[in-house]
């Protein structure tokens, strides 16, 4: 099956969605994320989730 190449504008916009989630998780990390239900659960389920999977080495 031929792939083809990405466009150009494809390219920039998984560059900028790579930037956004490494920014974002850092925020989560620094707890910057905000103080809503939705950024407290967010924090929990990556708190867990990252303890979890030290757990597993």
């Known amino acids: 099956m031929k792939q083809n190449p ?4 494809q390219k920039e916009h998984n560059k900028r969605v790579k ?3 490494k920014n974002h998780v ?3 990390e620094r ?5 809503g239900l939705l ?3 967010e ?5 867990k989730g990252k303890a979890l999977s ?3 080495r």
């Open 6 to 9: 990405l466009h150009q504008w």
């Open 31 to 35: 707890s910057e994320n905000g103080n």
């Open 19 to 21: 930037d956004f989630h």
């Open 39 to 41: 950024a407290k659960w």
């Open 43 to 47: 924090r929990f389920v990556y708190n």
């Open 26 to 28: 850092l925020k989560i």
């Open 54 to 56: 030290k757990g597993f």
